[in-house]
């Protein structure tokens, strides 16, 4: 028996090149338990790369190599796990050019990804189709492989919110029985014309535009109904929320916490700060990024005392460091009995014990890139049956079989 489709889990990164300690804390960490969870796909999401970088595309591959490499290098398991790239499952592009015939332009104006990344990126045109597209990719992206659960930011939670609304339009459109107007029709009729009509356009602005308000409104209209056996209730109340096959069911995001893991200004780390740390930065490199660190601006002499609360530095003690050491900055700081470089010791020596291992496994997985070609192809391969299933119903759903 394979296991129900709603504890399958999906997530995919855009390709940036090698990662650093933000994308480990803050979402790889995560990844690892939930591997061990459910039946988890984590993809390379190249495609996604283009909707921004399209004019120059000749990173692409070696930031997804260098990306897979990192996953597999922290821990993420391809027995456990199945992981792909995405252009080498092109159901994932079907399901896109499917979807997009009866995605409404306006649902994809006003995701707030959009307006925001072309305010952001004003050096690029981003007036094009495939950028407005990205949600409704994206959207694909999870459908296809009937995702309960995706881990996901915070930022991507207006992306999920849309692929529920696509998924509930196309289940809306494409999965009604044959025989749906006819039992609706007749449990309706006993409602008197008024409240029939009131109740279809409830109906209709609930799994049409997904308006939560306008479902309860239906529920209370049905259940007040008096010359309704119960019976004819619940089968109202039933049609209100469906009666449709479930083709592509909705997903939920799974919110990942925000990380602890700031960037070396304090900041959120992210490449486009040039503040992070790279899984595969050196060792020497991570002590002078940490040496260099900006701390708190009153320690201007080493006799200054300081406040841990305003300095970066204590921000990766509280995750590299044990109680004992804690304490130990806490009060060497705000006594200035100790010096910054000082307080940075363990830290530079906990990031490189953490780096190590990862690296010495990276380090093989470049020496060997036949291994990571194939333990991929076999991922895409795994997630290509899994797709075709689900392209099959889709075709089907929409009358496009041709045998
Ligand atoms: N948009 C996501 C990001 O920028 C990447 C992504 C593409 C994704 N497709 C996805 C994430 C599907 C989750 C599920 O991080
Ligand atoms: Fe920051 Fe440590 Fe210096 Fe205090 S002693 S300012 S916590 S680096």
Not at 227 to 256: C, H, M, Q, S, V
Not at 316 to 332: K, L, R, T
Request: net charge neutral; aromatic share 8%; hydrophobic share 35%.
């Amino acid at each position: 028996m394979s296991l129900p489709t709603s504890s399958r889990v999906l997530s995919g990164m855009r390709p940036t090149g090698q990662l650093h300690l933000g994308h480990l804390h803050g979402v790889l960490k995560n990844w690892l338990t939930l591997q061990y969870e459910y039946r988890c796909f984590f993809f390379a999401a190249d495609w996604h790369a283009l909707t921004t970088d399209y004019e120059n595309t000749s990173a692409i591959p070696q930031n997804v190599w260098d990306m897979i490499i990192d996953w597999l290098s922290v821990g993420i398991h391809p027995g456990e796990a199945t992981i792909f790239i995405q252009s080498r499952v092109p159901e994932h592009a079907e399901l896109h050019l499917l979807l997009s015939m009866s995605t409404p332009l306006s649902w994809l104006e006003r995701v707030p990804t959009y307006k925001d990344q072309q305010q952001k990126l004003k050096d690029r045109d981003l007036a094009t189709y495939g950028f407005l597209g990205y949600p409704l990719l994206q959207s694909a992206d999870i459908l296809i492989y009937r995702a309960g659960l995706v881990p996901v930011g915070e930022d991507q939670v207006a992306h999920i919110e849309i692929t529920r609304e696509i998924a509930r339009r196309f289940n809306y459109i494409y999965g009604r029985e044959a025989d749906f107007e006819e039992r609706a029709k007749e449990a309706k009729r006993k409602m008197g014309k008024k409240n029939a009509k009131l109740y279809k356009e409830l109906r209709k602005r609930y799994q049409e535009q997904g308006d939560d308000e306008a479902l309860s409104t239906a529920q209370v209209l049905v259940n007040n109904q008096q010359n309704l056996t119960l019976g004819d209730k619940k089968r109202l109340l039933g049609y209100l929320e469906g009666d449709t096959r479930t083709i592509l069911p909705e997903p939920d995001a799974l919110l990942t916490k925000v990380s602890k893991m700031p960037g070396l200004d304090g900041q959120k780390m992210s490449k486009s700060y040039g503040n992070t740390i790279a899984l595969r930065d050196t060792m020497p490199t991570v002590e002078t990024k940490v040496r260099t660190m900006p701390t708190d601006p009153a320690r201007v002499r080493r006799t200054d005392p300081g406040d841990p609360e305003k300095c970066p530095v204590w921000q990766f003690h509280q995750i590299y460091s044990n109680e004992e050491v804690c304490q130990w900055v806490q009060e060497g700081c705000r006594t200035a009995g100790i010096g910054c470089l000082e307080c940075k010791q363990p830290v530079i020596e906990g990031i490189q014990a953490e780096l190590k291992p990862i690296q010495e496994r990276a380090l093989r997985y470049t020496e060997e890139p036949d291994t990571v070609r194939s333990l991929i192809s076999e991922g895409c391969e795994r997630a290509r049956a899994a797709a075709r299933e689900t392209m099959e119903e889709v075709r089907q759903a929409m009358g496009l079989i041709y045998r």
